[in-house]
Each structure stands twice: as structure tokens, then as C-alpha cells.
């Protein structure tokens, strides 16, 4: 039993570990934009409706951190900061895309009750 | 420009609605109990430390309602419940493990820096 127990709990701590790195608000947003070719805030911002700027920085900072973009200054004026996947952000997309279509049949369910 | 516009809402959409169905507290650690066989809450309650019973109630009502669990209740003394996995439920289970493999990942990223 207790190795049962011990079995279920590291199956289960990559996965909130994973949860808790997309849940934060606009971060999946965010990483879309990004894989669709979005790669300067200014652009993201103009797309994400009612995020601001200082938020915006702030899920772009805990992205990078967790690794799953990397963040590139380009010395010039006006400054300019582009954004782009990394390999793991890149293989979080593809999940991603399984968890969309997961997401379609449950929207299918909810709009049938 | 609209029309793509359109195209990434579509896409955040079913991804943002089945990130908010998994993210309640206790929400994958209870998907994950019942995916492992445990049926009833108290066998829940035993597994999943600092849980209350009024808590996993409501995450349990709340998958229900998602149409993620089914809920059997027998007719004995004392009352008994079990929920089991709905198809929708096993299918997120699919992606789940696709969603650890990708903490997994996330956690040595982690660890090594």
C-alpha cells in the first residue's frame, strides 16, 4: 500500500507542476500568441483584450523563468524585446493542442445539457 | 486581420475552458484516485492529505456537472457512493499523463538551474 501511495504521489507532482505553470492568468494566451508568431509585448498587447502591461511583464517573466520562453533585447531606440519558445515550450504547445481538443468535446458536452 | 483574430480566439477558447475544469483545488488528485480505482470519498479522504470532506464534495459536484465523473449512489445503510470516469473523464486521463510527461520535463529544467 504505501508504495502504492508513494507511486501515485510522484504521478501526480509533475502533473500540478505542470498545471500551476500554465494556470496563471494570460499565460496561455500568451504562449499561443507567441507560437502564432506574436513576438513583441506591444504586439500581444494590442491582442490580448484587457491585460495590462505591468501583467503582461509579469506572467512574460514567469514564463522565462520556468523556461519555456526566452527573452531576447535588442540594443536599439526605441528598445525592443522579442520573446520566442524554447524546445520545452515548444512540446508544451503540442500538449496544449491535445488539451484544446479535449477542451472542444467538453464544450460540445456543455452545450448540450 | 480579423479573421485571424477570430482563428486564435477559437483556439484559446476550449484550451482556457478545460484549463479552468482541471484547475480547482484537489480537481487532479481526485481524477487521478478514481482513474486508480478508488471509488468512494472516504477512500479519497484517506489518500489525499488535508482535504475536507466538505471541499471534496464540492470539487466532486463540480466534475460531475463537467460530465467528467458519474455518480452511483446505492440504496444500503449507510449510504454509499462511488463515482467512476465518464469517457469524457478517461480522455482527459489521456492527456494528463501527456501533460505529466511534459512536468516532468518542466521539474528537471527546474532542478537543474
Known sequence: MKMRE???TEKICPLEFAVNAISGKWKIPIIWRINEGE???SEMLRGIVSVDRRVLNQQLKELE???????K???VLPPRVEYTLTPLGEK???V???LNAWGEL???EKTRI
Chains 1, 2 share one sequence.
Open 92 to 94: 508544451l504547445v503540442e
Open 6 to 8: 508513494q507511486a501515485i
Open 65 to 71: 523563468e520556468d523556461g519555456i520562453l526566452i527573452k
Open 106 to 108: 467538453l464544450l460540445q
Open 96 to 98: 496544449l493542442w491535445k
Open 73 to 75: 533585447s535588442f540594443p
Open 39 to 41: 513576438k513583441r509585448p
